[in-house]
């Protein structure tokens, strides 16, 4: 079976873009009929801008404003930045009409924070990020370097945002932009996947209830899989080609909630 052309999904997704208002901060039909290579994603030679994925931009919102997310880290930016900041948005405009609003230890609520190996994506994201949307997001750039996780090999970025997110999308680096080798061993060899660790990394310190997307990487998914260490439900979305991860464990306390808790 032929998988639906951004065409046809954009028509299937229109509306839903259409009544979020979608349509106003991105244009769907830019470049809607371009097909990529089986390599172009990670050749770095890639000269024309990938078309915004209609769907995967819509789960995303979908995800963003049924969760009622607080604090977004992102790596990799693209139209999934501008699109998180506007489901952010939408969830302080209903966190701000309670009339209680409980006490929630976080000092960066409904404030995204994205990270990217690449200068040019991040101007370009900059440049296209609408103004109503400008004090919702944080861009940052860090390099990537190759490393090991228990011996396995995989990469990590050298500065991640110093927040505690409820929801993380992971759709970078590309590989690229991952410097360095061992053993000769380099992801700048088109055949190998990417394999960020960096929420390895992080684990030890979410909150319960933290949200995961990552976005294709599957062989990247399962290695996470794998390696985590705690509670998690962990869901393949095969026809979607994506894996999301929830943090089942006991809350910590009263300041540990969620933004699905009250609104």
Same mark, same amino acid.
């Given at each position: 079976?032929?998988? *639906?052309?951004?065409?046809?999904?954009?028509?299937?997704?229109?509306?839903?873009?259409?009544?979020? @208002?979608? !349509?106003?901060?991105?244009?769907?039909?830019?470049?809607?009929?371009?097909?990529?290579?089986?390599?172009?994603?990670?050749?770095?030679?890639?000269?024309?801008?990938?078309?915004?994925?209609?769907?995967? #931009?819509?789960?995303?919102?979908?995800?963003?404003?049924?969760? %009622?997310?607080?604090?977004? #880290?992102?790596? @990799?930016? @693209?139209?999934?930045?501008?699109?998180?900041?506007?489901?952010?948005?939408?969830?302080?405009?209903?966190?701000?009409?309670?009339?209680? %609003?409980?006490?929630?230890?976080?000092?960066?609520?409904?404030?995204?924070?994205?990270?990217?190996?690449?200068?040019?994506?991040?101007?370009?994201?900059? %440049?296209?990020? *609408?103004?109503?949307?400008?004090?919702?997001?944080?861009?940052?750039?860090?390099?990537?370097?190759?490393?090991?996780?228990?011996?396995?090999?995989?990469?990590?970025?050298?500065?991640? *945002?110093?927040?505690?997110?409820?929801?993380?999308?992971?759709?970078?680096?590309?590989?690229?932009?991952?410097?360095?080798?061992?053993? @000769?061993?380099?992801?700048?060899?088109?055949?190998?996947?990417?394999? *960020?660790?960096?929420?390895?990394?992080?684990? !030890?310190?979410?909150?319960?209830?933290?949200?995961?997307?990552?976005?294709?990487?599957?062989?990247?998914?399962?290695?996470?899989?794998?390696?985590?260490?705690?509670?998690?439900?962990?869901?393949?979305?095969?026809?979607?080609?994506?894996?999301?991860?929830?943090? %089942?464990?006991?809350?910590?306390?009263?300041?540990?909630?969620?933004?699905?808790?009250?609104?």
């Amino acid at each position: 079976m032929n998988r *639906p052309t951004r065409r046809e999904l954009y028509e299937q997704h229109r509306k839903y873009i259409e009544q979020e @208002g979608l !349509s106003a901060l991105i244009d769907f039909t830019e470049n809607i009929d371009f097909q990529e290579g089986v390599f172009d994603a990670v050749s770095g030679k890639l000269m024309t801008p990938f078309p915004p994925e209609p769907a995967d #931009l819509v789960r995303l919102h979908k995800l963003i404003r049924q969760r %009622k997310s607080f604090t977004i #880290l992102e790596f @990799g930016v @693209g139209y999934s930045t501008i699109v998180m900041a506007d489901a952010l948005r939408k969830n302080q405009l209903e966190w701000e009409s309670l009339k209680e %609003k409980p006490a929630v230890r976080n000092r960066f609520l409904f404030q995204l924070f994205s990270v990217d190996a690449d200068a040019k994506w991040l101007e370009s994201v900059r %440049k296209r990020l *609408p103004a109503v949307l400008t004090n919702h997001v944080h861009l940052s750039h860090s390099t990537v370097h190759i490393g090991t996780h228990n011996g396995q090999l995989c990469h990590f970025y050298d500065a991640i *945002p110093d927040v505690i997110p409820d929801f993380i999308y992971s759709d970078g680096p590309a590989a690229k932009d991952v410097q360095g080798n061992i053993h @000769g061993l380099s992801f700048q060899c088109d055949e190998r996947t990417v394999m *960020p660790a960096d929420l390895l990394l992080m684990e !030890s310190t979410f909150l319960p209830g933290t949200f995961i997307l990552i976005d294709g990487r599957t062989n990247n998914a399962r290695f996470i899989e794998r390696n985590f260490t705690r509670t998690w439900e962990v869901r393949w979305d095969r026809e979607g080609d994506a894996t999301t991860f929830e943090l %089942k464990e006991e809350r910590l306390g009263k300041y540990n909630v969620l933004g699905s808790d009250f609104l």
